[in-house]
């Protein structure tokens, strides 16, 4: 199982907490009270007091233990690492040794990238007590919490370069080896309580394998192929020192590196590290079952959480949605969402049937201005654009994922070479969203057919693009008038002449995903009889083809 590089494990980004811009449907009154108010003074006690036992508040504990100034990096010498290392060796059954390899990697840690070594302690207060409860489960020592360091450094959401994804970063064919679903909608990869359990269970099929904590970590990063072709070639020799020199490059490193872990973690406030404060911590979150469809933006706006919150914690759903597809989900929130979220369940539900709304809203207006009796609405997906703007510590890789699209196509649309990118910058993303559009129904369309053959006269507009402009002016100004008022009457339609086009000159604030909204048709077709037209470059009183009779 090919696991991300340990360069790579080390780049780390916390989700931001910027609520999305999305247009929603206005919710209705939400119960302001969700619960007694001894309830919630319940959770909050239960909560604190996992916090005080687990000493996981940043001003307590060791904090304030030694007189560091705030930017020194404490160093020591390899007797007394050594030391502390033997004291650590004498409580686990992994062989903690220490040598200059193993050095290397707390320099690395405590050092070099002490600012991951400070995101980490903060975020291994959401992920450790989930992990000891799996480990302990599975009769796996404590210390193997670590290993997720090494493999991710905390990120749930991290992939490598070869497609392992999540906290233990499973390849997808392991991954579903070991039940985890991967599919368009989910990827479990990225559900910590499911990745954990499946990497537990791997964990201690390699540890029955070979009889060695160390060769089942090797195992884990290479594989038990190329462990056993070692051990071939050690002559038979079962300790990872020994058959080291035969394993690949990046697995010699990795059992140091995962020593190094152990030491860095229990010996942080030596080298001046604390952790950094966390999205939140374990105690303070709560999972519950969801029985439908249940949009991430709806749920923003109703429980008041930033929807790559909610994100971060659910990271296992792709679309930031979960899916009503009959099998069981669960979402996890704040303890202190928990009582608004189980007192408005039903009005995110009610909320979460309409995942994109404008576009909707906008075929709303426009049916009010024009006669849709005898038509069929249809739902259609649209080409848009949304901007992603660079957050200290993303890359193309993690910004990527986030949008559920291609490394090569999101580079491909900004026009980037290299992978080199600067918070700030802005980076265009492509998406697909949804609108409705009327249809004549069959039966009008036959109805039509027989009126004409009959020789029944027509109406026909004029054949000129200025007659066509002031056409569509006209209908632009009713629809803006129905977006104040409901009381304005439809215009009467015109029969269209055939082989001419309609013409729509732009307005101020237009855009070609609204225009392409309140006429029902597409982005592309728009494109496609307009050569040349670029999309962020509307000018008003531009005259656009919007499609032909």
Known sequence: ??????????????????????????????????????????????????????????????LNAHSYAPEQVPTFSSELVAQRMQVLDKNTPFDLVYNPTVQGFIDLYAVRRRDITSKVLGMSQLYFPMMEEALVRHNIPMEMKYLSIVESALNPT??????????????????????????????????????????CKYLRFLYDTFGDWQLALAAYNSGPGNVNKAIRRAGGAKDFWSIKPYLPKETQGYVPAFIAVNYVMNHAAEYNIYAKEP???????????????????????????????????????????????????????????????????ELVYEQSKVKVIEPILVAAKESETENTEGKVAKTVWDTDWKTHKVRKGESLGTIANKHNVSLAELKKWNKIKGSKITPGQNLKIQTKVKRTIYQDAPEQNVAEKKATATGEKTTVANNTEEAEEENYQ??????????????????????????????????????????ASAKGVSVDQIKKLNSGLRENKLAVGQKLKIKRY
């Not at 994804?165 to 985890?180: I, N, S």
């Not at 990225?190 to 954990?196: E, H």
């Not at 994100?311 to 704040?334: C, M, S, V, W």
């Open 1 to 62: 199982m090919k696991k991300i590089t340990l360069a790579l494990s080390l780049l780390f980004a916390i989700s931001a907490s910027a609520i999305e811009k999305d247009t929603l449907v206005p919710t209705p009154s939400l119960n302001i009270m969700p619960e007694n108010a001894e309830v919630a003074e319940i959770d909050r006690m239960l909560v604190q007091s996992y916090l005080n036992h687990y000493c996981y508040s940043t001003d307590k504990c060791l």
């Open 158 to 199: 991290a992939i490598s370069r070869a497609g392992a994804g999540g906290l233990w970063q499973f390849m997808v064919a392991t991954g579903k080896q070991y039940g985890l679903d991967v599919n368009s909608y989910q990827d479990e990869r990225f559900d910590a309580y499911k990745s954990t359990d499946a990497a």
């Open 279 to 345: 999205i939140t911590t374990f105690f303070e979150t709560d999972s519950i079952h969801v029985t439908g469809r249940l949009d991430f933006a709806a749920l923003s706006k109703i429980i008041d959480m930033p929807v790559d919150d909610i994100a971060f914690l659910n990271g296992t759903y792709k679309q930031r949605e979960i899916p009503d597809n009959g099998q069981k989900h669960y979402l996890i929130i704040p303890v202190k969402k928990m009582g608004l979220y189980m007192a408005n369940e």
């Open 474 to 515: 006209t209908t632009s100004e009713a629809t803006n008038k129905v977006e104040k008022t409901t009381t304005t009457k439809a215009p009467v339609k015109k029969a269209e002449p055939q082989g001419q086009y309609k013409y729509y000159t732009v307005q101020k604030g237009d855009t070609l995903y609204k225009i």
